[in-house]
């Protein structure tokens, strides 16, 4: 059996990233120059990681987000990621999504065609955005199992849609077909 592909994550408090950015005692991304502060300040830290960087965007201490603020921490950050001449293979989970996050961040997605895997409150995982009911199932088929063989998935068209949202991690050395959730795991 092919080693466990690992990624050291790159933990990203985003109240905290906000309080630094922006000067501010509050944890609140309300406008979209905050915004683009604190995805500069990840872009940052990004910058600094090796060929494949897996990130946790934290917003357990955000306390208010509007839709702007997630267009340019959410949207905007995957857009970049996911597009040929992106800067590195990144991978991101969002943890402590709260239902305060969820339908500002659930719009921006679905306007960008973008999808993202969250961490909920309650440690379960969830894809958020756009996608089509072959893609959700795929994902949930990968999510319930932690790794599959590419082979496994009935709906290859689903299958690449998920890996080029990089919701999913397709190993190239192993051919498997990882969840996001298993690198998030144990992360504190």
């Avoid at 933990?11 to 604190?38: C, D, K, M």
């Avoid at 790794?147 to 190239?172: G, K, N, T, W, Y």
């Amino acid at each position: 059996m092919p080693s466990e592909r690992s990624f050291p994550p790159i933990e990203i408090h985003v109240g905290s990233l906000v309080q630094r950015s922006v000067a501010t005692l509050y944890s609140h991304l309300v406008t979209r120059p905050t915004g683009r502060a604190v995805r500069l300040a990840i872009e940052s830290l990004l910058a600094d990681a090796g060929e494949t960087a897996f990130s946790l965007i934290d917003l357990s201490e955000v306390t208010v987000l509007d839709f702007s603020c997630a267009d340019e921490v959410v949207a905007k950050l995957l857009q970049s990621y996911v597009e040929a001449d992106r800067p590195r293979d990144a991978y991101f989970v969002i943890r402590g999504l709260r239902e305060l996050h969820r339908e500002p961040i659930e719009v921006v997605l679905e306007r960008q065609r973008l999808a993202a895997v969250a961490q909920r409150e309650d440690g379960g995982f969830e894809l958020l955005g756009s996608r089509s009911p072959a893609e959700d199932s795929a994902w949930r088929l990968i999510e319930a199992r932690g790794r599959i063989d590419a082979a496994e998935v009935q709906d290859r068209s689903a299958l690449e849609s998920l890996v080029r949202l990089r919701v999913v991690f397709a190993d190239p050395g192993s051919g498997f077909i990882h969840a996001l959730s298993r690198f998030a795991v144990g992360a504190a």
